[in-house]
């Protein structure tokens, strides 16, 4: 029977992350995600682009005391680049055939966190290699050895998927079945005001709630099509506040924000709003 982790509360799971950790919209989102891992449970974060995904894996990892391991999926994405591949190698004056294991193998093995970003861009073809991973069985026999790999006690699955984004495709319903979904949003309010004020170069209070009310009408004109998931990205708000503490805000926000959109509509957009808050202002360091 495998040992349980002694359940985690939100107080304690801040605690023990380093200041860059994920910051969460609500606490329920991180009590979840830290029970569902200490169960053993396939974990799957569903949220737009620049949501903080990624940082909050990473966040899990720190806390579980894991190494991560991750897979970008792309169309691209093969059975080689999850369980790992077969090369020629020198040995003793000889060549020889050598396997290099891949992230899931290695995983698996070490008892380390898999994360698999974009899980909804790989090819439907290519993840139910993994089906047997995932599920009750945890374990997985290796193609390019023939070995039955049976996952360490300590090895964990964080997948992401942002759904409606470019390049994907519908989760197939046997592959997400396997997993416990947490979803994700975008910050807002007094918290993102907080994570500003934490995590970029930005201390004026009164530009960074000006900077909270931008991304809440971006995250807003995404909801109503009217922008690219990217417009609302919390990454990007985080760049603009750093430009914002050296140069006029209005330009922060057209380099960090609105010139990483392809749309010239869309950037017209940004800018337009940007400057419904920031018209007349300078840096504000």
């Not at 997985?140 to 964990?156: C, G, Q, S, W, Y």
């Not at 997948?159 to 470019?166: C, F, K, L, S």
């Not at 924000?257 to 392809?262: D, R």
Request: with cysteine; glycine share 6%.
């Amino acid at each position: 029977m495998q040992e349980v982790a002694t359940p985690l509360t939100v107080a304690s799971y801040r605690d023990t992350v380093r200041d860059e950790g994920f910051v969460a919209a609500e606490e329920d989102l991180l009590n979840d995600a830290v029970l569902a891992l200490s169960l053993s449970k396939n974990l799957l974060l569903r949220g737009p682009t620049g949501s903080g995904k990624t940082k909050l894996a990473q966040s899990l990892a720190e806390k579980f005391r894991l190494p991560m391991e991750s897979i970008n999926c792309s169309v691209d994405l093969d059975a080689e680049s999850l369980l790992g591949f077969k090369t020629l190698t020198a040995e003793n004056g000889q060549t020889v055939v050598s396997y290099v294991e891949g992230p899931v193998v290695r995983a698996m093995r070490e008892g380390h966190l898999l994360y698999i970003d974009e899980i909804n861009m790989a090819r439907p073809e290519t993840l139910p290699i993994i089906n047997s991973v995932l599920d009750y069985r945890r374990q997985l026999m290796n193609p390019f050895t023939a070995e039955t790999i049976v996952a360490h006690d300590k090895f964990r699955v964080i997948a992401a998927i942002n759904e409606g984004y470019v390049g994907t495709l519908p989760m197939n319903e046997a592959l997400k079945n396997r997993f416990v979904i947490v979803d994700v949003p975008y910050l807002t309010g007094e918290p993102l005001a907080l994570l500003i004020q934490s995590r970029s170069r930005l201390q004026n209070r009164e530009l960074i709630d000006l900077f909270v009310q931008l991304s809440g009408d971006l995250v807003r004109a995404t909801k109503l099509g009217e922008l690219s998931d990217e417009a609302a990205s919390i990454r990007a708000l985080l760049d603009a506040c750093d430009f914002a503490a050296y140069i006029p805000p209005l330009r922060a926000a057209a380099r960090a924000i609105a010139s990483k959109l392809e749309d010239e509509r869309e950037q017209q957009l940004v800018l337009n709003l940007a400057e419904s808050y920031f018209a007349g202002w300078t840096a504000g360091a």
